[in-house]
């Protein structure tokens, strides 16, 4: 089974590194942490993990970046992952954005630089975050996907051979689903 992502994105390098690393030490046998600099190159691993039908659990943002706001890039990478928590980092106590984020992107939560120590201040926050996403979570399956429309004799001998023989699928009906278009 392939292990969900956490995303990371900060400008400042030794607070990504710094949290990049925390979040490694707590979270890397369950989750791959991937981190970068650049909110434009987080956007384009995100569309990427998207097309590979990977899963994101998490993403963890700066607010002040200088490609784009923090809240900006949520937006952007709920908009893939909708079901993916967010956290929103920032340095400056500026309850305006945080307003804003929670209205606008219903952001999960506000974390203050630094969030020294990691045990009080940031696992706790994550731990939450990430079991609720696990109880919300399903996977996609990695095996065989079966388009077909919902009355359609082929569909259903199609799908009756590969569960007599045990074999994974999983059915996508053309009409109701509205990514099926991509596997088309």
Request: proline share 5%; aromatic share 10%.
């Amino acid at each position: 089974m392939k292990l969900p992502f956490i995303i990371i994105v900060d400008d400042d390098k030794h607070v990504l590194n710094a949290i990049q690393r925390d979040m490694r030490n707590e979270y890397s046998e369950k989750y791959r942490i991937s981190a970068s600099g650049s909110a434009f190159e987080a956007l384009e691993l995100i569309k990427e993990l998207k097309l590979k039908n990977e899963s994101v659990a998490l993403f963890i943002s700066d607010q002040r970046m200088p490609e784009m706001e923090g809240v900006v890039f949520l937006e952007k990478a709920k908009e893939i992952y909708p079901e993916a928590g967010i956290i929103l980092l920032t340095a400056y106590s500026d309850i305006e954005v945080a307003i804003k984020a929670i209205n606008l992107i219903k952001l999960d939560y506000y974390l203050l630089k630094p969030w020294n120590p990691p045990e009080e201040k940031l696992y706790p926050v994550v731990n939450d975050l990430l079991d609720a996403w696990q109880a919300l979570y399903k996977p996609e399956s990695d095996g065989i996907r079966i388009l077909g429309y919902q009355w359609s004799p082929k569909s259903h001998h199609l799908k009756e051979f590969l569960s007599g023989n045990l074999i994974p699928f999983s059915w996508i009906n053309v009409e109701e689903n509205e990514e099926a278009g991509k596997y088309l």
